[in-house]
């Protein structure tokens, strides 16, 4: 039993660490010191929520209805596109640490939480990852080894994202430079609107 729960650890770190909008956004949150833990806590939740549906086998049920794959394939390429946009505009105004923590563009907390909730669910790279993949991994376990293959997917994904909402503080001193800011947000503008681009190009 402890092995299907490393495997599943395992398995949903080595998914979610590629770097990836959503983490992207998640680090440049825990940098900014800006409603670091309710970024965190939605973009858990927002992840476990698609382990438990992909256990479930809501994977068969994407697969079945190309539709919805369509739907969610060009709202997330919308959603990326404007916060692409937004990262563009903040690496043209630059500025550093000290300023971001006291500018007036920072997220109110409703902001906060439907970015998050945004980054988490209006990408379809989290639905493969999540819904499909692990889904479709953790239906070969055996019956009784599925709930601990479970527990250890959503142990390995709340644990990426406290790490990296959380450690992204060492990095502090760095982004006291205004270059640094200019260099992340026109790396994260230009990764967003990548994302966006493959989307669309694969439609």
Do not use: K
Request: contains cysteine.
């Amino acid at each position: 039993m402890g092995t299907a729960f490393l495997n599943g650890f395992g398995l949903s770190i080595g998914l979610i660490m590629a770097i990836g909008a959503q983490n992207a956004h998640v680090l440049r949150q825990g940098l900014r010191g800006e409603h670091v833990l309710l970024t965190v806590a939605i973009s858990s939740l927002c992840d476990i929520s698609l382990i438990l549906l992909g256990m479930a086998g809501l994977g068969q049920l994407f697969s079945a209805n190309p539709d919805w794959t369509e739907i969610a394939r060009y709202c997330g390429a919308a959603f990326l596109g404007w916060y692409g946009l937004r990262a563009l505009r903040s690496a043209i105004a630059g500025g550093s640490m000290q300023v971001d923590r006291n500018e007036r563009s920072r997220l109110s907390r409703r902001q906060a939480l439907l970015a998050a909730a945004g980054f988490s669910l209006l990408n379809p790279h989290a639905y493969l990852d999540t819904v499909v993949l692990l889904g479709s991994i953790g239906s070969q376990q055996a019956s009784e080894a599925r709930p601990v293959f479970t527990a250890g997917a959503i142990a390995g994904s709340v644990s990426w994202f406290l790490l990296l909402g959380y450690g992204a503080r060492l990095l502090v001193p760095l982004f006291a430079r205004p270059r640094a800011w200019q260099v992340l947000d026109a790396a994260v503008a230009l990764m967003l609107w990548g994302i966006a681009a493959s989307l669309i190009l694969s439609a």
